[in-house]
């Protein structure tokens, strides 16, 4: 979504449930953020209104983790995690998981939710992902794991075109998994500052 002053704001969440109720809750959830994202420059501020809106609704399947983050085009990085999987921030000195937040979205009146505003260096890569990946299994019964999508991700500075990167993480998935029927959705998002 694009902000004011050119900033982008980019939101990836999984809602509890599937089917019917479920898809419901995502649709009316991306209905809040979009009314209500454009006017809270604070990704804490948006996560808490999404979290009394649900709460104020009488839905089956209520709840949501989520990451909210804003980029400036200054390579400030303003983020939210509200009960997702950390995402892995790429640098040239490492990884960084981001996991200042909160709760889970939709569960508790009383939640409170953080944020942290980061500074990116041009080449930094960001990747937001659902536990989809995390949580996918092998013939083995294993999970593909964190440990394994930050392999998949940690490439070279020139390396880091996010479509490439995204595609090296599935084609690394793919193989882990092979005809396993996965249970749960899989979605990522890649992101790269270039200055």
Not at 98 to 106: A, D, F, K, Q, S
Not at 130 to 157: H, L, M
Request: proline share 5%; aromatic share 6%; with cysteine.
């Amino acid at each position: 979504m694009e902000l004011a002053d050119g900033a982008l704001g980019f939101t990836l969440g999984d809602v509890a449930g599937k089917g019917a109720p479920a898809g419901l809750l995502g649709a009316r959830i991306q209905e809040i953020f979009s009314a209500h994202a454009p006017t809270l420059v604070e990704p804490a501020s948006t996560i808490g209104r999404i979290n009394s809106t649900l709460l104020g609704r009488a839905l089956e399947s209520r709840f949501v983790t989520m990451v909210y983050g804003i980029l400036r085009p200054d390579g400030s990085l303003r983020y939210c995690n509200a009960g997702h999987n950390p995402p892995v921030l790429v640098t040239s000195t490492g990884i960084r998981r981001l996991e200042t937040g909160g709760l889970i979205v939709g569960l508790f009146d009383d939640a409170e939710f953080e944020e942290e505003t980061i500074q990116l260096t041009p080449g930094d890569l960001l990747v937001v992902f659902s536990d989809g990946i995390s949580e996918a299994t092998n013939e083995r019964d294993e999970e593909f794991g964190d440990d394994r999508i930050i392999k998949s991700v940690q490439v070279a500075p020139d390396e880091r075109e996010p479509g490439a990167v995204l595609s090296r993480l599935f084609e690394h998935l793919r193989e882990f998994t092979v005809d396993e029927q996965q249970g749960d959705d899989m979605s990522a998002l890649v992101l790269r500052y270039r200055g």
